[in-house]
């Protein structure tokens, strides 16, 4: 029964002793938390609307974020009584161990970092990459996120963009369409080229009118193809491609010129049914 009271009381003493620590280190924990993200906040709104390129906001603010966490770790072990030499010794043996088994996560910080420095993409840029094309939202430690025209949201590593081709489509100010018309053999060339003309070149979205390009460039087993290409500026492309793919079909249903469909001619010979 002594030795029962004994340990209680040990074990009280120890509570009692223990117990400031374990409050100082949850009001730190609380506190620290608070401060960490009002830090984040500010700092993100300082970025954002400052003169540094927004693209390296999100990047800054979550290796600002995790930086302040290890701290805030590290004060709490020292508060409670661990010393944080060993602490940060254990630390950084679990570091090496994770970083070996997160090789590719690292190669996708790596890929981050090489992004913002040389700047292949930035936010609000369209671009395709990976076979994915849409528009770059955010550019974060690991991933750069993209907007799909469907507001699809892709997620992508970075690694995986800095290491593969990346079609920039905003870095122009223009961008050429093209489209491939399909006349019959029995069809006027010339009055095609011109009913083209006359609908999509006396348009005011398209720039560089001088040259405009109108050729014959396939002459298939049913079909004339003609090839447009035709420059607007980078806002008007999506309007302008679907526009006159109606327009020019329509136009050429009321100037009797049709779009072939795919035919054979079949020769009788006799009895004898030849297919050519």
Same mark, same amino acid.
């Given at each position: 029964?002594?030795?029962?009271?004994?340990?209680?009381?040990?074990?009280?003493?120890?509570?009692?002793?223990f117990a400031p620590k374990v409050i100082s280190a949850i009001v730190v924990l609380l506190f620290g938390i608070w401060v960490i993200q009002l830090t984040v906040r500010r700092l993100r709104s300082y970025l954002v609307k400052g003169r540094l390129d927004n693209s390296w906001a999100p990047f800054f603010t979550s290796a600002t974020s995790a930086t302040m966490y290890i701290l805030l770790i590290l004060t709490m072990a020292s508060i409670i009584g661990i010393e944080t030499s %060993?602490?940060? =010794?254990?630390?950084?043996?679990?570091?090496?161990?994770?970083?070996?088994?997160?090789q590719g996560s690292f190669s996708n910080f790596a890929g981050g970092v090489m992004i913002l420095l040389f700047k292949p993409l930035k936010i609000g840029e369209f671009i395709q990459a990976n076979g994915i094309i849409g528009c770059v939202t955010e550019i974060q430690l690991f991933q750069t996120t993209l907007k799909t025209y469907d507001h699809k949201i892709i997620i992508l590593p970075n690694g995986l963009l800095s290491n593969n081709m990346i079609v920039n489509f905003s870095r122009s100010k223009t961008r050429i369409i093209e489209w491939v018309f399909c006349i019959g053999y029995e069809d006027d060339i010339e009055k095609a080229r011109t009913l083209i003309l006359d609908e999509i070149f006396t348009d005011s979205r398209v720039v560089n009118k001088a040259n405009p390009?109108? %050729?014959?460039? =396939?002459?298939?087993?049913?079909t004339v193809n003609i090839t447009v290409r035709a420059e607007v500026l980078q806002n008007d492309y999506w309007d302008v491609l679907y526009h006159y793919l109606e327009k020019v079909k329509v136009r050429f249903d009321r100037e009797g010129i049709h779009f072939p469909f795919p035919q054979q001619d079949i020769h009788l010979v006799g009895n004898s049914m030849e297919q050519i």
């Open positions: 029964m002594e030795e029962f009271k004994s340990s209680v009381a040990q074990l009280i003493s120890v509570l009692v002793n %060993s602490y940060v =010794a254990v630390l950084g043996t679990i570091g090496l161990a994770i970083g070996l088994a997160l390009f109108v %050729s014959v460039t =396939a002459l298939t087993e049913s």
